[in-house]
């Protein structure tokens, strides 16, 4: 009996003794991150994917703080935060340049390919009038439909000031001579949303702006329930003015295709190789992200409902996941 005992208490402690080892040689042991994000909750799925990932390097990671773009790049750059997994390339150029560019940040890899964003209208108008550019809205006629307050302009909603689309979208207004018979309509763009489908449904006619991914378009779904609408000429604004947003297909939909990025402070990066290298491998498929999306907005929106998709996500692509963390892990042994 006592030599079994012995023997336990020698198996127990060789077992701490290679957890502790183990926990010691984690890259990430005794760092904190401070991830940022915007305050569209439907980007924290993309956010606590990074999270864990850096979790299980051994950082501890912080809750994520919710600012606007601005903030998030401004705090990035001068170290406040590490991190922001949701930086829209090209649409947030202006504000990653203004905060300090690639002299403060650390980008590298792609996370999200393929995100759209455009301008809609319910289906049934454009098939009644013959609708298929936003620049048939400069005849007044056309314009009026979509009037909501009866001023007898067009009622475009439109982005929440702050996100970087709202800059896109004034820009255009101008560059396609609406100013006199389209009004952008900005403010909380859920509440604006929430209204506009709510018209919709009431059979009104209707004119927005989304983006992909986003739950918007698996409600009111293009080509069945709305269409795109289509611009005359490519025309942006700033440090996106060189862009052609026409797509190979000939077809332009007034903005070019984005990919989402995980962008951090350059410095911090430097001296943390496996989480650089995590930045720059990890992966998510747009597809993933507008399934997720959709549950939050069929119900599934708590912080622990949330944690729960990124979790089931891991289950599901585990061998995915762990690679990435080898990768990682090897990348402070070079």
């Given at each position: ?214 739950w918007v378009s698996d409600e009111l779904v293009p080509g069945r329930d709305v269409v795109w609408l289509q611009v005359p000429f490519s025309s942006m604004p700033s440090e996106q003015k060189n862009i052609d947003t026409k797509l190979p297909n000939g077809a332009n939909y007034g903005f070019p295709v984005n990919t989402m990025r995980i962008v951090a ?70």
């Amino acid at each position: 009996m006592r030599t079994t005992g012995i023997w336990a208490m020698i198996a127990l402690t060789t077992l701490i003794g290679s957890q502790a080892a183990a926990s010691a040689d984690l890259p990430g042991k005794g760092i904190s991150v401070q991830p940022v994000q915007s305050t569209i909750s439907e980007e924290t799925f993309q956010t606590l994917l990074v999270s864990k990932a850096l979790e299980k390097l051994g950082y501890e990671v912080k809750a994520p703080r919710e600012v606007d773009y601005n903030v998030a790049y401004t705090s990035i750059a001068s170290g406040d935060a590490t991190f922001i997994a949701v930086n829209w390339e090209p649409l947030h150029a202006d504000q990653y340049k203004a905060a300090g560019g690639n002299d403060k940040f650390y980008r590298e890899g792609v996370y999200v390919n393929g995100a759209a964003q455009g301008y809609l209208i319910d289906k049934k108008t454009a098939d009644t009038y013959h609708i298929t550019n936003i620049e048939q809205l400069k005849e007044p006629k056309i314009a009026k439909l979509f009037d909501t307050n009866g001023d007898g302009k067009a009622d475009l909603t439109g982005c929440t000031p702050g996100w970087g689309c709202e800059a896109v979208i004034n820009h255009h207004i101008v560059a396609y001579g609406l100013s006199n018979t389209v009004e952008h309509n900005q403010g909380n763009y859920a509440a604006m949303i929430a209204d506009t489908i709510s018209r919709y449904k009431e059979g009104k006619s209707v004119l927005y702006y989304t983006w992909t991914p986003y739950w918007v378009s698996d409600e009111l779904v293009p080509g069945r329930d709305v269409v795109w609408l289509q611009v005359p000429f490519s025309s942006m604004p700033s440090e996106q003015k060189n862009i052609d947003t026409k797509l190979p297909n000939g077809a332009n939909y007034g903005f070019p295709v984005n990919t989402m990025r995980i962008v951090a402070n350059k410095q911090w990066a430097v001296a943390n190789p496996a989480a650089a290298k995590l930045f720059a491998i990890m992966t998510l498929p747009i597809a993933d992200v507008n399934a997720q999306n959709l549950r939050m907005h069929q119900g599934q929106a708590s912080e622990a409902d949330i944690l729960n998709h990124v979790n089931g996500w891991i289950k599901a692509h585990q061998a995915t996941f762990d690679g990435w963390l080898k990768t990682a892990t090897e990348a402070t042994e070079s």
